[in-house]
C-alpha cells in the first residue's frame, strides 16, 4: 500500500511502498477515507516535537472504514463507518483507571508512536474505533478526532460555564471547533483573536467577536470589549509564547487560560499583578479523553458544530501535496486545515 512517511528529520516526508498491515487478534484494519494535516505534524517533520521511531507515517486525524477485523474483534464488520481515537491506552494503569487515559503509561499515539493514517490501510486496537455516523463526512469524522477534540477537552479543563465569556486565540483548526463549542456549551461572549483576515470573519460567521491582533494589541482590546474586566477563559491554541502571555494577560478575575499550543519557550507571567492579584490559573491542556467523543459526535451530527468551515482543502495521498500543506501551516498561512483523501 502507499504511506507517507518521515524518514529523516527536518526532512519532507516521502512516498513509500509498504506491506498492508495484518491485524492482530483484537485489532481492525481500516481503509483510510479521509487524514487531516494537523501542526503536530509540522513538529514531528521538524524534530521540535520527539516521534517514535523513523521511519514514521504519520497521520492521527483519521476516518475510514473497517475493512477487517481480529478473530476476538466483536461488534464490527467490514464496511462499518469509523473514526479513530489517535491514543492508544492499557486501560488498567492508575491514569486509565482515573480517566486521565492520555498519561497512560503503555499509551502510544497513531502516527507519532506508530504507524498513521497518511496511507492507504492502518490497523489498530478495535477499542480505539468510534461509530462515524452517515451524516459527518469522512473528512470532517478525521478532523473532529484531534483539533475538534483538543478544542473541547480545552474548555472542559478551562471548566467553561454558561454565560462566561471565552477568548479564543488562533483561528485555526483548533480555534474553528472552540468558537463554536464554546456557543455550544452556553458561553457569553467568544472573541476570536487572528492576524487572518479570513480567518477573523470566519470566526465572525461562527459568531465570535473578532479581535484583529494586527490592529494593535489584544489584551487592551479584549479589555476593552469586556469593559475593563477581561475574559473569564482564554484559550490559547497557537503555540507562541507573546500568544500566551496576551492569553494570560486578557483574563479576568478569577479567569482561566487553557494553553492548547505547544512550544517550550517560556512566557512572562507577573506573579502579583496577572496571578495573585486575580486568583488567576493557567491550565494545560493535553490531547483529550476518549469518553468526550461521543458528545463531540453528536454535536456534529445535530449542526452545534460545523465543520464544513474547518476543512477548506482536500488534496491527493502524495508526498509533494503534504509537504505543501505542512509548509503552510508552518508559515501560519490561511489554510484552515488540509485533508488528505486517499
Ligand atoms: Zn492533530
Ligand atoms: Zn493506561
Same mark, same amino acid.
Given at each position: ?147 475538534? %477534540?483538543?478544542?473541547?477537552? =480545552?474548555? @472542559?479543563?478551562?471548566?467553561?460555564? &454558561? /454565560?462566561? $465569556?471565552?477568548?479564543? !486565540?488562533? +483561528? ?74 496576551? %492569553?494570560?494577560?486578557?483574563? =479576568?478575575? @478569577?479567569?482561566?487560560?487553557?494553553? &492548547? /499550543?505547544? $512550544?517550550?519557550?517560556? !512566557?512572562? +507571567? ?73
Amino acid at each position: 500500500m502507499k504511506a507517507i512517511r518521515l524518514t529523516r528529520i527536518g526532512e519532507p516526508l516521502e512516498m513509500a511502498d509498504v506491506p498492508t498491515p495484518t491485524p492482530g487478534p483484537l485489532d481492525a484494519l481500516v481503509a483510510v477515507q479521509a487524514a487531516g494535516v494537523c501542526h503536530s505534524d509540522v513538529h514531528y517533520r521538524a524534530g521540535a516535537s520527539p516521534a517514535g521511531l523513523l521511519p514514521l507515517t504519520l497521520g492521527h486525524e483519521v476516518a475510514g472504514t473497517v475493512a477487517a477485523v481480529g478473530d476476538e474483534v466483536t461488534g464490527w464488520a467490514p464496511g462499518d463507518r469509523v473514526c479513530l481515537h489517535y491514543l492508544l491506552t492499557c486501560g488498567h494503569c492508575r491514569y486509565c483507571d482515573a480517566g486521565r487515559e492520555q498519561f497512560c503509561v503503555q499509551g502510544a499515539m497513531i502516527g507519532k508512536h506508530r504507524d498513521g493514517g497518511y496511507a492507504e490501510y492502518i490497523a489498530l486496537p478495535a477499542r480505539s474505533l468510534f461509530h462515524l455516523p452517515e451524516e459527518i463526512p469522512f473528512e470532517h469524522g478525521a478532523v473532529l478526532m484531534c483539533s475538534s %477534540a483538543t478544542s473541547f477537552h =480545552a474548555l @472542559r479543563q478551562a471548566r467553561l460555564s &454558561a /454565560g462566561e $465569556s471565552v477568548a479564543v !486565540f488562533g +483561528v485555526g483548526g483548533l480555534g474553528i471547533s472552540a468558537v463554536q463549542l464554546a456557543r455550544a456549551y452556553g458561553a457569553g461572549q467568544v472573541f476570536a483573536v487572528d492576524l487572518q483576515p479570513n480567518k477573523l470573519s470566519l470566526a465572525e460567521r461562527l459568531g465570535a467577536v473578532p479581535v484583529d491582533a494586527s490592529a494593535g494589541d489584544p489584551v487592551a482590546e479584549l479589555k476593552r470589549l469586556t469593559g475593563g474586566r477581561g475574559v473569564d477563559v482564554a484559550l490559547e491554541l497557537i503555540g507562541l509564547p507573546q500568544t500566551m502571555e496576551q %492569553a494570560f494577560k486578557s483574563l =479576568a478575575i @478569577r479567569g482561566r487560560a487553557a494553553i &492548547a /499550543g505547544i $512550544s517550550n519557550r517560556s !512566557f512572562e +507571567v507577573a506573579p502579583y499583578a496577572d496571578l495573585i492579584n486575580r486568583e488567576a490559573e493557567i491550565i494545560g491542556v493535553s490531547d483529550h479523553l476518549a469518553q468526550e467523543i461521543p458528545l463531540l459526535l453528536e454535536w456534529t451530527r445535530g449542526g452545534q458544530l460545523d465543520l464544513g468551515a474547518a476543512v477548506t482543502e482536500t488534496i491527493p495521498l502524495e508526498a509533494g501535496a503534504v509537504n505543501q500543506a505542512l509548509d503552510r501551516l508552518a508559515n501560519f498561512g490561511e489554510t484552515v486545515r488540509t485533508v488528505i483523501l486517499p
